[in-house]
């Protein structure tokens, strides 16, 4: 069975502080991975994702990801957060190539932007 | 519509009684997925659907739950005498043929005093 493990329940930073937060996923094959936003009031939305090829992508609002296959991570990183990025952040990961897509998520991370 | 549509947006309902929350997915989408959020912790798989068959129910807790697509389109989910662990937010999701990612809709809250 798949299991995602996200290590930061709550992160507080300032605005300009860089910013990562960490995933590992436990599956014994090839996996699509992703990260998905919930802002404060909305639905979850995805932020990127991961099926193949360069293992560094970039997602929307300046984010990025990097799938480490020898340690089953793929932390997500931004530079230099805004106190928008102030949200709940999940990664999930579903089988490559399985019929349908059932994602298992992780137990998201809380994070605070101060402005 | 534009969206993955969930209604209600809230319900609170009472100790043992029958809730249903309905979905409303994109347009086009074949494949349509129920997940349950609690307090604190990430979204649960609970059924996918394919069309109007259950594909993956293998989320679903026990008995009391059971979903439906007859149309393939709008799905329901049932809740038969709710109990209040039940209480949590309850998302639907859609994606389109050959697709690998899920939109998901705003949720339903259901609260079970």
């Known amino acids: 069975a798949q299991s995602v493990s996200q290590h930061n329940h709550h992160v507080i930073l300032s605005e300009a502080a860089s910013l990562e937060l960490g995933c590992n996923y436990s599956?014994?094959?090839?996996?699509?991975l992703f990260w998905y936003v919930q802002y404060p009031g909305q639905h979850l939305q995805l932020l990127l994702k991961?099926?193949?090829?360069?293992?560094l992508v970039k997602g929307i609002k300046g984010f990025e990801a990097e799938f480490i296959n020898s340690k089953f991570s793929f932390n997500l990183r931004k530079p230099s957060v805004q106190w928008s990025d102030t949200a709940e952040y999940f990664c999930?990961?579903?089988?490559?190539?399985?019929?349908?897509?059932?994602?298992?998520f992780g137990g998201g991370t809380r994070v605070l932007v101060k402005p | 519509g534009a969206g993955v549509s969930q209604t209600p947006s809230n319900k609170v309902t009472e100790k043992g009684k029958y809730v249903e929350l309905r979905c409303d997915p994109i347009s086009g989408h074949t494949a349509l997925y129920w997940y349950r959020q609690s307090l604190g912790q990430g979204p649960e798989f609970l059924i996918y659907?394919?069309?109007?068959?259950?594909?993956?129910d293998s989320g679903l807790p026990n008995d009391r739950f059971f979903a439906v697509r007859p149309e393939g389109s709008v799905s329901t989910l049932k809740i038969q005498r709710t109990e209040r662990g039940d209480s949590a937010v309850y998302l639907c999701?859609?994606?389109?043929?050959?697709?690998?990612?899920?939109?998901f809709g705003a949720g339903s809250r259901l609260t079970v005093l």
């Open positions: 991961y099926f193949s090829g360069d293992p």
């Open positions: 999701a859609s994606s389109s043929p050959g697709a690998n990612v899920l939109t």
């Open positions: 659907f394919q069309g109007t068959g259950a594909a993956d």
């Open positions: 599956y014994g094959g090839t996996v699509n």
């Open positions: 999930a990961v579903n089988a490559y190539k399985a019929a349908g897509n059932k994602l298992t």
